[in-house]
């Protein structure tokens, strides 16, 4: 079936080529000569969803295949969505505008835990059963993966099946065993029970959970023979031989990250103990210059694009960063191509790095402190010093650049009044180191604090977040620290937001309950400020008998069984809580590449730290 959009429903929607497909270097295929049709399904608006990298590398890989024809859904806008209703239309794909539910397989992208009431409402949109118990046979399966998949429960009775960690290669052996029980005649079951057995996967049905008394998790145990009591998160080995995009999809509309995204490697090498990211994607694995380079000429030359900007949890420590930036330059410069490296570490800056990312065109220029207080910095290891960030904002000012933001964490464990006010104090130390040294009188900063939420498989995952009130008794008291300065601006995050965000983020199986409640309430779009409705939500936890503080503002011990325990991302356990004994003794661990920590991601045989191992072993 293909949907047909008439003129006055396209002309009375906000941006209506969101909807429509046909972009430059959209993959077209016959349906009918392809054994499997997959609809990759991003929560979010189209704007968010095509500036995701993730979703241009697994339609690349996707459609690469003969067999198989990947194709994009978004989550509609309000104006769309109402017209897609009242007019019985359902959900559909932009390269065929096909239903949701006549797809083989429909995956999402868990990037965001404020996006899962959009998971719903696209799959309710779509003509899909909301609840994974009530689909059956001939109908989609549907998966999910990403980030937070790293702590299912919470979808878990939505998801048929999750992908724990990277899906280069997990995606091509999932497709595989579909086709292969495909044309077996088998029940639905019986796919789930074949791939479960598949590294990766976790089908939340073939799992029990327990709880104690108190509430908490009592165990996760498998109710089926050959699932694995622990699922283990897949991880590509060698960046270099899995496929990058170079013609990725060109927009007609811009969206959030309009330009070349150019990989450069995975992992973090820092350890900082509140970042999710730098743990769930360990050990660092780098990509070769030289591909790199072949990457970014083919797709500047194969989508027109302006704009090249390096990606990772933090460019500054690419060990080939400086051969990539004087190769990247020769080339942009001459393509009249603007190079960008953002996530720079303040310790790592250097005037001659930041004149190559510049040569084309000036940016602002963002850092992240994270804290205002060097005590607090060393609590989370984030390894900086105040003398760090005074030296390379007054290198930047030097060089012309007249804007900064700096980015902190607000609620962070052990944080006192005192922390907060250094935050403003820091914005005002850097005006006046700046003022005597050229340009410096034109300089404007923005201090931006989110509020700390902490997220599983973290060093913090057992820590409490600050009650809303105190959060914004904080916000509050950073802004009258800083009003009268005029050239500093400040903003903060909702509070209210960030307090579900950590119910999500650490939830159990109930929260599911919760989560369905809010959706049919009306509750979608959650992490845009126009649409999030708090009450609602505090609705939903009350009729389903859940506090949301036992989720988000209560301490774990250390003993204790949390939801995501049956998922390994390789780091262990131990090391975690290790981790965060030293946090409250202020002490810092050394990066990766100074010295291994041994935190059990070692275990895969590559990345920075399994160099740093075999390098012990050899020397002991």
């Known amino acids: 079936m293909r949907i047909n959009l008439s003129d006055d429903i396209l002309l009375n929607v906000k941006k209506p080529a969101k909807y429509t497909g046909n972009e430059w270097n959209m993959v077209r295929k016959n349906p009918e000569d392809v054994d499997v049709r997959f609809a990759f399904c991003f929560p979010d608006d189209y704007e968010i969803g095509m500036s995701h990298l993730g979703m241009k590398i697994l339609y690349h890989i996707l459609n690469k295949r003969e067999d198989t024809y990947c194709e994009r859904v978004f989550a509609p806008w309000t104006d769309m969505e109402e017209k897609l209703r009242k007019n019985n239309i359902p959900l559909f794909s932009l390269e065929t505008y096909t239903p949701l539910s006549e797809f083989d397989m429909v995956g999402f992208t868990l990037q965001y835990e404020m996006s899962y009431t959009n998971i719903l409402n ?185 704009e090249i900007s390096l990606v990772s949890l933090s460019t500054s420590d690419y060990s080939k960063l400086p051969e990539l930036c004087n190769n990247l330059i020769e080339y942009t ?28 065109r000036k940016s602002g220029l963002t850092f992240a402190p994270e804290a205002g207080s060097q005590r607090l910095r060393d609590v989370i290891n984030k390894g900086i010093t105040e003398e760090d960030l005074f030296n390379s904002v007054k290198i930047a000012v030097a060089g012309g650049w007249n804007s900064v933001k700096l980015y902190f964490m607000m609620g962070l464990p052990t944080e006192t009044m005192e922390d907060v006010e250094a935050i403003g104090e820091l914005g005002i130390k850097l005006l006046d180191q700046c003022r005597d040294i050229p340009n410096g009188k034109s300089l404007k900063i923005t201090l931006s604090t989110s509020c700390f939420v902490p997220k599983p498989f973290t060093p913090f995952q057992w820590e409490p977040m600050d009650e809303m ?144 191992q075999r390098s012990d072993q050899k020397n002991g």
């Open 122 to 306: 696209m799959l309710d949109l779509g003509g899909i059963p909301v609840l994974a118990k009530d689909r059956k046979d001939k109908m989609p399966f549907v998966l999910a993966g990403g980030p937070c998949a790293v702590n299912p429960e919470p979808l878990a009775d939505f998801i048929d099946f999750f992908v724990i960690g990277e899906g280069e290669e997990v995606t091509n052996e999932i497709i595989d065993e579909y086709k292969v029980w495909k044309s077996s005649g088998e029940s639905r079951e019986e796919f789930l029970i074949r791939i479960a057995k598949i590294e990766g996967i976790y089908v939340p049905g073939f799992y029990d959970v327990d709880y104690n008394e108190d509430g908490t998790v009592k165990s996760i145990t498998p109710n089926r023979e050959g699932v694995p009591s622990r699922v283990k998160r897949r991880i590509i080995e060698d960046l270099d031989k899995v496929d990058f995009p170079e013609d990725i999809i060109v927009p007609y509309v811009g969206t959030v990250h309009d330009r070349i995204m150019l990989e450069i490697f995975r992992g973090c090498i820092r350890g900082c103990r509140f970042c999710q990211a730098g743990f769930i994607y360990r050990p660092l694995r780098e990509r070769s210059y030289e591909k790199l380079l072949d990457i970014a000429k083919k797709s500047v030359e194969k989508t027109g694009y302006e």
């Open 333 to 360: 410069e001459e393509e009249k191509v603007n190079l960008s490296l953002p996530s720079l570490r303040l310790d790592n800056f250097s005037l001659q790095l930041m004149e190559k990312a510049s040569k084309v």
């Open 469 to 612: 009130e105190k959060l914004m008794e904080k916000q509050l008291h950073l802004k009258n620290t800083i009003r009268k300065h005029r050239k500093i601006t400040y903003n903060y995050h909702d509070a209210k937001l960030s307090m579900l965000e950590a119910v999500l983020a650490r939830g159990d199986r109930r929260t599911g309950q919760v989560l369905y409640t809010a959706w049919k309430k009306g509750c979608k779009f959650d992490g845009w400020a126009e649409f999030f409705d708090f009450n609602k939500w505090m609705e939903a936890f009350e009729e389903c008998g859940l506090d949301p503080e036992f989720y988000a503002n209560r301490r774990r011990s250390f003993s204790e069984v949390l939801p995501w325990d049956h998922i390994n991302i390789g780091v262990t356990k131990r090391f975690l809580q290790k981790e965060c004994e030293k946090a409250y003794k202020g002490e810092v661990t050394r990066n990766c590449s100074e010295n291994c920590s041994f935190c059990g991601a070692q275990g895969y045989k590559t990345g920075i730290c399994f160099s740093e």
